[in-house]
């Protein structure tokens, strides 16, 4: 998708690009979820650790060759091991955060969901476009 072509900036277009990428991501993580659950009839807890890794295995493939167009093959392995310690960070960050919104600021657990992710996605990007997916490492273009 050239979204340079429809006026919309790199940079914007890269941030675009992971609202998208992290949409079909929860897409999966949802979607693989009630696979194993409700058709497959895995135990929840089991399930969603598969669900957790197919999820992961998802975002990064969509956060390295589209949203931060990175090619370079040579450190895939670090990228992975980087993108997985953000994936952990995070979802201990979500659990941190879920709980004092819900339990010391008293908002609904769907509202603090919602922001508690808006919050992480921010820092997530950061984190891919600063230390994971550094500028300069992928050759070809930025859109």
Known sequence: MNLLAIGVNSKNAKLLKYLVSGG?????????LYLFVSVLHFWYITASGISFIVTFVVSFTLQK??????????????????SFVIAIVNLLLNILYMYGLVEYVHLHYLYAQVLTTAIIAIGSFAAYQYLVFKPGTAP???D
Do not use: H, M, R, Y
């Open 24 to 32: 079909i991501a929860a897409a999966t993580n949802i979607g693989t």
């Open 65 to 82: 060759f589209w949203t931060f167009n990175d090619q370079n093959l040579e450190v895939l392995k670090k990228q992975i091991g980087l």
């Open 140 to 142: 070809g273009p930025t």
